[in-house]
């Protein structure tokens, strides 16, 4: 959580928003939070539990590829 606001802050492409799964549970269940932190990529991709920095950025760089690989093969 706290690595996805510090990227928020770096780059304006990039928002960030915490929510308290138990208190929205009904969103805790649309995400399939089983673990947290869960961090949801354009709401493709997920990453679940706290991470060092660059497995952080491992993951999203590569949620963010594989987005951008199936959008470019759909043209």
Same mark, same amino acid.
């Given at each position: 959580?706290?690595?996805?606001?510090? *990227?928020?802050?770096?780059?304006?492409? %990039?928002?960030?928003?915490? %929510?308290? /799964?138990?208190? *929205?549970? @009904?969103?805790?269940?649309? =995400?399939?939070? =089983?673990?947290?932190?869960?961090?949801?990529?354009?709401?493709?991709? /997920? %990453?679940?539990?706290?991470?060092?920095?660059? *497995? *952080?950025? @491992?993951? %999203?760089?590569?949620?963010?590829?594989?987005?951008?690989?199936?959008?470019? /093969?759909?043209?």
């Amino acid at each position: 959580m706290r690595l996805a606001h510090r *990227f928020a802050m770096e780059n304006d492409l %990039i928002t960030a928003d915490c %929510i308290e /799964s138990t208190e *929205f549970p @009904d969103l805790a269940g649309q =995400y399939r939070v =089983y673990a947290v932190p869960k961090t949801v990529i354009n709401e493709q991709a /997920s %990453i679940e539990g706290a991470l060092p920095e660059k *497995f *952080f950025l @491992d993951g %999203i760089l590569k949620a963010v590829e594989t987005a951008g690989t199936e959008e470019g /093969s759909r043209q």
